[in-house]
């Protein structure tokens, strides 16, 4: 029987659900260099699996079906038919579950840091049994080792407790019950069977699901998938090396359909106003270019998670004066505003581009921007 699994949901009801579960022993807290970067263009859905964070955490063993199946019934609960799924560790293990059982609800798949097999079985009954006996506080130290380079622990030592605690914190029933379903979990003869687009994301200094074999071997068995090896990583990749985790997710995921994904950062940055006129003036012959400019510049670019909203329009306000395309500063220091810049800091990009772009760029740029500040005053 499926528990009602806790999560967390941000981002635009509208865009693209996508599904984000976590390691053995973490929570949804476990994702929050994540939260930020992918919620502005897609549905981020963080789930606490069975046993873990705020979820129930019923009498084990657990299997992959009851993982998977709270998924499942999940997605049922919230409407969804079909979503983007990634999952590290377990939930990567899951997710593997899901593409090979439930294929018609997943879109494109993320697996990080995870395996087909983690054998032997004897290493999980062993977990299991100390965990329940001595809880997970027994683990917790060797577990989050495991977790981070020694570079990046001795680095940053608050984040390595803040996720200790999250170990620490996992009910002993659901964590032992969570390695009795990684015990019996073995996807080998089956990952042929995967049709989701699928990434496989590894960390070259893992030690627990090291790149070769456990990644690898899954890139060789599911049709088309891409294998990514990042160095610097160990297990728990998506925190020590979340900006690049990030951008390879959100260009993985994006590329099911960059014009949608287009359209909705164009609308969100321009306002539905301004696209609704644009598109209503589309004709036949400059419709490719609208189409372009919606895929690569809105759907490839804009959507890119490396740089934040407010900069990339920074940057767009100080190439429009440095090459004085007038046309187009007006929209572009109204998308400023709408991506929270104020008024004196869109006069500080202008002060800036006077140093570097000339005082006469810089002087028609103050006059466009004055022009479109003086529309929204009140007279």
Not at 184 to 196: G, K, N
Not at 275 to 284: F, L, M, P, W, Y
Not at 345 to 367: D, H, M, R
Request: proline share 6%; hydrophobic share 45%; glycine share 8%.
């Amino acid at each position: 029987m499926s528990v009602d699994l806790h999560h967390v949901v941000s981002g635009p009801a509208d865009a693209p659900p996508l599904v984000l579960a976590g390691s053995l022993g973490s929570t949804v807290g476990m994702w929050e260099p994540q939260v930020e970067a992918l919620s502005t263009v897609f549905r981020v859905i963080r789930v606490d699996l069975r046993g873990h964070g705020r979820s129930p955490a019923p009498e084990g063993p657990y299997s992959m079906v009851d993982l998977g199946g709270d998924v499942l019934a999940l997605l049922d609960r919230l409407g969804i038919e079909r979503a983007h799924y990634a999952g590290l560790s377990i939930g990567g293990m899951v997710g593997q579950w899901l593409a090979i059982n439930a294929p018609e609800r997943l879109d494109h798949l993320v697996l990080l840091a995870t395996s087909p097999y983690m054998g032997p079985a004897q290493n999980w009954r062993d977990r299991a049994a100390l965990a329940r006996d001595k809880g997970t506080a027994a683990l917790a130290d060797a577990v989050v080792e495991r977790w981070f380079t020694p570079d990046y622990a001795a680095a940053h030592p608050h984040e390595v407790t803040r996720l200790r605690d999250q170990i620490v914190d996992t009910p002993d029933e659901g964590y032992a019950g969570c390695c009795g379903a990684i015990e019996h979990h073995d996807t080998r003869d089956d990952l042929h069977r995967i049709t989701a687009p699928t990434l496989v994301v590894a960390g070259a200094e893992d030690p627990s699901t090291p790149p070769d074999p456990h990644g690898a071997l899954i890139a060789e068995r599911v049709p088309g998938a891409r294998l990514a090896v990042l160095q610097g990583a160990a297990h728990l990749l998506s925190w020590e090396q979340a900006a690049r985790v990030n951008t390879l997710i959100t260009q993985h995921l994006a590329a099911a359909d960059r014009h949608e994904a287009g359209m909705r950062v164009r609308r969100d940055v321009l306002g539905d106003a301004h696209v609704d006129r644009a598109e209503a003036r589309k004709t036949a012959f400059t419709e490719p270019f609208q189409d372009l400019i919606t895929r690569y510049a809105w759907g490839e670019v804009w959507t890119r998670p490396g740089l934040d909203r407010r900069t990339r329009s920074c940057m767009v306000l100080t190439a429009l004066v440095a090459h004085g395309h007038w046309g187009e500063l007006a929209m572009h220091v109204r998308a400023a505003l709408r991506n929270g810049l104020t008024p004196d800091e869109v006069g500080e990009v202008f002060l800036q581009a006077a140093v570097y772009c000339g005082v006469p760029a810089a002087n028609k740029a103050f006059a466009i921007a004055q022009a479109v500040f003086d529309e929204d005053t009140p007279a």
